[in-house]
């Protein structure tokens, strides 16, 4: 099969940029369009290995050293230990995609597909690459959130901070929770009054006590739950770390409160499963 040094750099450009991505997107690290770009530009160069004349040995080497230079480029040196996880990822969804090639034309006996010392040509339209690498990269995005996805009823404990004051409370993840300020686009995990009395505004404190003259500062939230409806008072704490399957996680929420809300369940918050990805 003839293969054009244009096509093989551009493929290789094109599948390093999704590999890249969804490295991140399974890792939980997120990178700049220009670094993810220019390390898929590299990726791309670094194919041209593929029609050098080398052993195993040699291939294996070159590939080793091209591929934490690709890392490099995407996401920085970090630890050692981090760096080597991004590399084996990069390298094991690289595995998947040169093997799926190899596969394919073993299995067809095409000669639409060449694959050697990692990398892939294929000899099909930009209509069909773009689909495949969607579908590819579409499935590794939805195992991410499957396996992010909390289970119903998970607990996380909640530290806040505010007014001068810190309360930590036990919250439950609930997928139903869909308060949000539409102001600001911010979550709001909600609080049992009780749970967080220490931290309230002063506006917070007199608006759930009947009052309405102070609520700067605060977001008047309309909700509902099993027990009726109601307005919660939220407003944004001085810090929000929620503690999770042994993480801990910085948030950017809001805290609502509203008279009677949770009372008698034996939690003291409610959040969003979204907040936790």
Known sequence: MTVYLDVLIVMNVYISYFTLRAAGRLLHTETGFRRTAAAAVFGGLSSL?????????ASLLIKAVLTAVTVLIAFGAGSLRLFAVRAFVCVTISMLICGSAVLLHELTGSDMVFAANGYVYLNISALVL????????????????IADSPDADERVHLTIAGNGSTVSVDAVCDS?????DFLTGRPVVLCKESSVREILPSGAAAFLAGGNDDVRGLRLIPLRTASGSGIAAAFLPDSLTAEYRGESKKLDALVGVCRD??????????ISPKLLR
Request: charged share 15%; aromatic share 8%.
């Open 49 to 57: 290995a593929a029609l050098a004349d080398t052993g195993i040995a």
């Open 130 to 145: 773009v689909i495949s690498s969607a579908v590819i990269y579409g499935t590794l995005c939805l195992i991410r959130r």
């Open 176 to 180: 139903g929770n869909y308060l949000r």
């Open 261 to 270: 809300a949770l009372s008698g369940e034996p939690f003291d918050a409610v």
